[in-house]
């Protein structure tokens, strides 16, 4: 395992879930709920739905190289719009609307809908669409997976027991603006590099 890699894939997961709907689902759906309810729940639905990107991701690397690379680079381009250009404003509301089925009930209850919120919010998100993309760069699965997945599972964390904290300290505008800007340089340098060889 290539620890670089690894903890790469790791910190800008990590950084493109925070300012996500879903985050925002897990700080108000931890309102209402145990946290640890939520983390359980959010994390294995998070869990699942990158092992599904990173599956996609190897279905990328049956395409020739040039049109995989032009592929992950305009997914790396759209992911940068979409943190740079989609008001915070927008993914809140998303967010909260995403977390109001939760109500307090038994433990199994609380778990199973958190789950079904993450995962069913988690569908074609930008999280997992670069999982996928990392998944056919770097044609390291593994890694990807268990970085990505692990990101994930902080991120649930951070969300159920700090998410509101976070918020006052890091304004999500700052941390789209970080995504975007660091997705945008991967989108261009891929873009780039398909078209000079």
């Known amino acids: 395992m290539n620890l670089g890699v690894f903890f790469g894939i790791f910190a800008v997961m990590f950084l ?3 300012p996500d709907k879903t985050m925002i689902a897990t700080i108000v759906m ?11 729940g959010a994390s294995t639905g998070f869990v699942l ?4 990107a990173v599956l996609a991701g190897g279905l990328l690397t049956l395409f020739p190289a040039h049109v995989k690379d032009l592929i992950v680079g ?8 979409y943190l740079l250009f989609v008001s915070e404003d ?3 509301k998303e967010g909260e609307r995403e977390a109001q089925i939760e109500n307090k009930g038994s433990r199994w209850r609380e778990i199973s809908t958190a789950f079904t919120v ?14 996928a993309n990392f998944s056919a760069k770097t044609h390291r699965p593994l890694e990807v997976f268990l970085a990505s ?5 902080v991120v649930s964390f951070v969300g159920a027991y700090g998410g509101q904290l976070l918020q006052r300290v890091v304004p999500l505008k700052k941390i789209r603006l970080g995504g975007g800007l660091i997705f945008a340089g991967l989108g261009v340098y891929t873009v780039v590099r398909v078209f000079t060889g």
Do not use: N
């Open 16 to 18: 493109l879930e925070l």
């Open 30 to 40: 931890s309102t209402k709920v145990r946290p640890s309810s939520i983390v359980i």
């Open 49 to 52: 739905q990158m092992g599904i």
């Open 74 to 81: 305009v997914l790396f381009l759209g992911g940068a719009a």
């Open 90 to 92: 927008v993914v809140e």
């Open 118 to 131: 993450i995962f069913i919010g988690e569908f074609g998100d930008l999280t997992q669409i670069q999982a």
């Open 149 to 153: 997945s692990l990101a994930m599972i």
